[in-house]
């Protein structure tokens, strides 16, 4: 749509009715420029404040984000489509992460002094992360205040200012979040959104000038940014979805493993990148395990406990999963009549070849694949066997088994006998490898990652017969330091 002014502009819908929720420019490559620009401005005022005043008025961006909690649920409900209570959920958790961000940025990135070792005695050092600059973030649609947040949050309390690129399907999210920080923050806009379809992300991480991309979307978007910041050697941290599992060990207990599975597949109509989309279950306890997984997810109705599936083109991507894993397996729950668009009612497939397109690729919808294993060594095996790598879930009632498969779990974050308990805690590192991405948001690791490392070192005092780099050393020196190095270093254990 192009206005009377010319400015051409999109509209964001409710998935559920198709209704315009509201109207948002298109920002063009010029416009997303000139907003890096005036986030520059913003960051080098922001760079400059004191800690302590950086931290006041994130804590207060905190504040008015929880006074206007229910103002953001109506957004997030009606351009996501998900009930008001996964809503309240969302931004309940980025309120805990903004306040965990803002508390800690100092004590993790703030300066530091640095042994420098006996060789470097004379020498002081320290060490500090210092803000990048200007952060701009690309932002999905399925946790438009949690997901993009991780970043926002953890890149401003580092000292940058962010330009927000939410997803076509949440522009109205992404505006909100940017005008009540301009609320907490009313010196400088540290927090700017511009909004517009794929080609306004593409300007962003092309040529518009910011010091970092952070991206949550599909790996092949993630790979044409990547391509994009290749030109300018943007850094980029990267988080792609997943395929993750859950393992349901022999002595676990089975109903709350069952209630956490149901859970991890199907809150969000699926549309989880931690989302449950595989299951693993011992021979011993299958049948009983898949008897408590029915009964419940018989009682589970998508409009009802979920909602709609947000964005339309996906719901062919589900059907093709469905239709798939019901030709090579069995649906035990729902089928290939559990599509009725905008909505997706529970289906549980069990025996899909491990090779299907149900098992191998992301799906992002309320579905899932059962599979009968000998072990947790199989169950490992199989889901490990996967290009993702972001997170799991282990259910056993042996916490040291369930420990050792966590660890060995292939992914960035494990469960054990919870579901997706680690995205609650703010101090835990989130993010994935392989087609998961790289990179990480939360916690220390992700404050770190919107940050460059400083060295700095003064001599502080002259190291007699010690002065190894300059001209003027002489032999005696250089000996001096191999015995050194030798009496330090010289002898095995
Ligand atoms: P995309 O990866 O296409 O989009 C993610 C974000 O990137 C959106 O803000 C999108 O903007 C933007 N974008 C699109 N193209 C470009 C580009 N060339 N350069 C820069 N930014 C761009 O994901 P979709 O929303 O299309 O979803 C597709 C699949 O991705 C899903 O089915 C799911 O499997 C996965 N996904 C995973 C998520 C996760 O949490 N890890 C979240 C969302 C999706 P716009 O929306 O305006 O196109």
Redesign the pocket.
């Known amino acids: 749509m192009t206005t009377v002014t010319g400015q051409r502009t999109f509209d964001s819908l409710d998935p559920a009715t198709g209704a315009v929720v509201g109207t948002h420019p298109i920002h063009d490559a010029a416009a997303v420029r000139a907003a890096v620009a005036e986030a520059g401005v913003a960051a080098a005022w922001w760079a400059a404040l004191d800690p302590a005043e950086r931290r006041r008025r994130l804590l207060d961006y905190k504040a008015v984000i929880t006074r206007d909690l229910s103002r953001i649920v109506d957004v997030v409900h009606a351009e996501t489509g998900k009930p008001k209570a996964d809503a309240v959920l969302e931004v309940v958790l980025t309120i805990t992460h903004l306040d965990w961000a803002a508390r800690n940025a100092h004590r993790v990135l703030g300066r530091r002094r640095i042994s420098p070792g006996l060789v470097a005695a004379n020498v002081a050092a320290t060490l500090e992360y210092l803000p990048l600059g200007v952060v701009g973030v ?6 438009p205040v949690f ?1 993009p947040m991780g970043s926002i949050a953890y890149a401003l309390a580092a000292g940058n200012a962010v330009v927000f ?7 109205g999210v992404g505006v909100l979040l940017a005008a009540l920080c301009a609320e907490a923050v009313p010196e400088h806009r540290i927090l700017r959104t511009v ?12 040529d518009a000038g910011v010091n970092k ?1 952070a ?8 790979k ?2 990547m391509a ?1 910041c290749a030109a300018n050697l943007t850094p980029l941290v990267a ?4 395929k993750d599992a859950l393992i349901v060990d022999a002595d676990a207990d089975l109903p709350a493993a069952a209630d956490a599975a149901l859970w991890g597949a199907l809150s969000n109509a699926g ?4 989302g449950v989309e595989r299951i693993y279950v011992v021979d011993a306890v299958y049948d009983a395990f898949m008897k408590e997984l029915t009964d419940r997810a018989g009682r589970v109705r998508a409009g009802r406990d979920y909602g709609p599936i947000t ?1 339309p ?2 719901i062919d ?1 589900i059907r093709r999963h469905i239709d798939d894993a019901v030709d090579a397996g069995r649906a035990v729950v729902g089928g290939a009549g559990s599509v009725r668009a905008p909505f997706v009612d529970p289906v549980i497939v069990e025996d899909v070849p491990e090779d299907s397109s149900a098992v191998r ?4 919808g309320p579905t899932v694949t059962v599979k009968r294993v000998a072990d947790v060594e199989e169950a490992l095996e199989k889901t490990n066997a996967t290009a993702y790598g ?1 997170a799991g879930t282990v259910f056993s009632g042996n916490t040291r088994r369930a420990v050792e498969l966590a660890r060995r779990m292939r992914g960035g974050m494990t469960a054990i006998n919870s579901i997706i308990s680690f995205a609650s805690i703010p101090a835990l590192p989130f993010g994935g490898v392989g087609d ?2 790289f990179g990480r948001i939360h916690g220390a690791d992700g404050l770190r990652e919107f940050t460059r490392p400083k060295a700095v070192t003064r001599r502080r005092f002259a190291m007699p017969g010690m002065n190894l780099t300059s001209f003027t050393r002489g032999e005696k020196e250089v000996d001096r330091l191999v015995r050194l190095v030798t009496f330090l270093h010289g002898r095995r254990r």
Do not use: D, H
């Open positions: 690309i932002g999905p649609w399925n946790y997901t690129k939410p997803s076509e399907l949440t522009p909004t517009g379809l794929g080609e306004t992300g593409a300007a962003l991480a092309a991309i991206f949550t979307g599909s790996t092949a978007t993630a044409r940014v994009a988080e792609c979805g997943g549309q989880t990148c931690v964005m083109s996906q991507v690729e992301e799906t992002f972001l998961s991405g």
